[in-house]
């Protein structure tokens, strides 16, 4: 069955600005939108021109099927050069933006991010457990999907990796605006587990990066420690108390104060 109704060659991804001053792209998480951050995107937009970007398979962008060197691709097309900002599938594709781009992308800000998986064998799981996922919306024998949008939405924000994200903060409603087909097909492309560990290219970056986790994440702040070590230009992590997966929707104030502090350049290094 048809999935998409356009292909990545001739996409463009929906992008929504706002405010003045230095560009600031922001790149959203899985099943999330762009109007999807807690605030975080308001505050930057105080003092920056902010651009929100849906992601292939999210929102006004869910017809557009890519994996992440192409999605990539075309995040760079809809932001151009700016400082890039994303939230951990969005920190993906602003990664493989910057080391494809980096003429594009002036400074960079991940937000429980990753450079990969190394173990092949857990990479395969991955997307084993992905295609499991996506099959529950979009099954690929045009069978009656098990989990409409709604279901699924509400099951992945009740994940425990997320802890106790305030309701206007998860925007459930927004969610669920996206179809099935499209987050079917970001699982099947763009999943954690479809990403070839990039680990070894980080050395070859130049360019400044801010990593941001929450403390009670741990998995994520080992990778975000990694990701500071590996790096080959100036790079900092900070690290948000009482926050999990997503530190800018519990603690949108503080993470904005860390982005801010990082992009003006009183950041410590």
């Not at 050069?81 to 993906?92: F, H, N, P, T, V």
């Not at 980080?202 to 403390?215: H, I, M, N």
């Amino acid at each position: 069955m048809p999935r998409t109704d356009r292909t990545a060659a001739d996409a463009t991804l929906h992008r929504e600005r706002r405010g003045d001053g230095p560009a600031l792209v922001l790149a959203h998480g899985f099943t999330q939108t762009h109007r999807i951050w807690g605030g975080l995107d308001a505050d930057l937009a105080a003092d920056h021109a902010v651009a929100a970007v849906d992601l292939p398979g999210h929102g006004a962008s869910g017809g557009v099927a890519a994996d992440l060197v192409t999605g990539a691709a075309l995040l760079g097309a809809a932001g151009g050069a700016a400082d890039y900002l994303g939230y951990s599938m969005g920190a993906r594709f602003c990664l493989h933006l910057a080391l494809a781009r980096p003429d594009l992308v002036r400074r960079l800000v991940l937000v429980s991010g990753t450079a990969g998986i190394d173990d092949p064998g857990e990479r395969t799981a991955r997307r084993r457990s992905d295609e499991a996922l996506a099959e529950r919306l979009d099954p690929s024998d045009g069978s009656v999907p098990v989990d409409t949008v709604a279901e699924f939405v509400a099951r992945w924000v009740a994940n425990p990796m997320f802890g106790d994200v305030p309701a206007p903060g998860n925007a459930v409603e927004e969610r669920c605006t996206n179809t099935a087909a499209g987050l079917a097909s970001s699982l099947r492309l763009a999943g954690t587990g479809t990403q070839e560990p990039r680990w070894e290219e980080l050395a070859g970056l130049s360019l400044p990066v801010l990593v941001v986790t929450g403390a009670r994440d741990a998995k994520f702040t080992d990778l975000g420690r990694r990701l500071v070590a590996s790096l080959g230009g100036p790079a900092t992590h900070v690290v948000i108390p009482g926050t999990d997966h997503a530190p800018h929707l519990q603690r949108p104030g503080a993470v904005a104060a860390a982005v801010r502090a990082f992009l003006d350049g009183s950041a410590p290094g």
